[in-house]
């Protein structure tokens, strides 16, 4: 549901794994959009959730709708005994964030489609901090993806589920020259006023830093980071330090390996990152030719299938509104000045 701009990344893995995904149809409100989707990607299209339905059986339902309306559309999907992979956020605030997790406690099959801590590079610095080769990890920085997609990724690294935090922050505007956007590359020499975020979130043993600016993803002169801090090492980037033993510093690279470089005729895919002596991520899809991002929703989707067959949960909803909600407070804490204290809330679990 829904013909935006992310829908589009569901269709191009659908199209590239044909043997694993098949779109049964798109909701699409507007007849004009409905009619480009088909010529383009060559599937149905249906105005309303109810006549995709008298025509098609799904397993489950995409939503990737504005996050204005996504409560509704997600009720909607429930309403017809559906499960549903929503795209984030779940919903705009922590109203919305309630209601739905009430629709969890009443049985409904929500999971969310959080897919940056499933990216490769991501996916295997997370597995490389939760190993304890750097020992019990007490800090993380964290400068790779906005709001709550930046949270998940932090609290994945930290080991943090529903634990409180004391949130603080602030914003910094400067100019810088703009670069490529979802359309391409830049068509004109301009300037754009880019909002630096910074925040801290104070979880008592363990400290997470958020950093992130407005034109980071696409910028061709803004650097993503990731810093990661136990007591027995540090990860830093594609970096590893750490002890093993008290006189002995060791350090390893994490190591991309890809097919089709010079002298490669396998083909154009990655194949993982290894780090020493072993693999800290494989691509369960090679050869299809998947951009990283990618990579991590076509995760997201097969783990959506494992889930319907009695597998684990794929990114839960209390876990992707826990980390709207800390989102959510840490614009509290920026735009007031204040250092802001979370709660524990609906959704929420011991830590």
């Given at each position: 549901m829904g013909g935006g701009f992310r829908s589009g990344v569901f269709l191009r893995i659908a199209r590239e794994l044909p043997e694993l995904f098949d779109v049964s149809g798109m909701v699409t409100?507007?007849?004009e959009n409905g009619e480009q989707l088909e010529r383009e990607w060559g599937v149905a299209t249906f105005r309303s959730l109810d006549q995709l339905l008298e025509h098609r059986t799904p397993d489950f339902v995409v939503v990737s709708v504005a996050k204005d309306a996504s409560t509704g559309v997600i009720a909607e999907v429930v309403e017809r005994g559906l499960p549903v992979l929503a795209e984030t956020p779940p919903a705009p605030d922590v109203e919305g964030l309630v209601e739905l997790?009430?629709?969890?406690?009443q049985g409904a099959r929500i999971q969310v489609a959080e897919?940056?801590?499933l990216e490769?590079?991501?996916s295997a610095q997370i597995a490389i901090a939760r190993s304890g080769l750097l020992g019990a990890v007490t800090q993380?920085?964290?400068?790779v993806a906005h709001d709550y997609h930046g949270i998940s990724v932090l609290r994945r690294l930290l080991g943090v589920e529903f634990e409180d935090a004391s949130v603080s922050g602030a914003d910094f505007t400067s100019r810088l020259k703009a670069g490529p956007g979802r359309g391409g590359d830049?068509?004109?020499d301009r300037w754009l006023a880019e909002t630096h975020t910074t925040a801290r979130l104070d979880f008592g043993d363990r400290l997470g830093v958020y950093d992130f600016s407005t034109d980071q993803y696409r910028s061709w002169v803004r650097t993503p980071e990731l810093v990661v801090r136990g007591e027995l090492g540090e990860l830093r980037d594609d970096q590893v330090r750490y002890l093993q033993d008290y006189r002995t510093p060791m350090r390893q690279p994490i190591t991309r390996?890809?097919?089709?470089?010079p002298g490669s005729h396998e083909g154009m895919f990655l194949r993982g990152l290894v780090s020493g002596d072993r693999w800290v991520y494989r691509n369960?899809?090679?050869?299809?030719?998947?951009?990283?991002?990618?990579l991590s929703v076509a995760t997201l989707l097969g783990r959506m299938v494992s889930y319907l067959d009695g597998g684990p949960e794929v990114y839960s909803l209390a876990e992707a509104c826990q980390d709207q909600y800390l989102a959510l407070t840490m614009r509290q804490a920026i735009d007031s000045g204040d250092t802001v204290r979370t709660e524990a809330q609906a959704w929420s679990v011991p830590g």
């Open positions: 409100r507007r007849a997790y009430g629709l969890v406690q897919q940056y801590h490769p590079l991501l993380a920085y964290v400068s830049p068509r004109e390996v890809a097919a089709g470089g369960e899809f090679a050869p299809a030719r998947l951009a990283d991002d990618e």
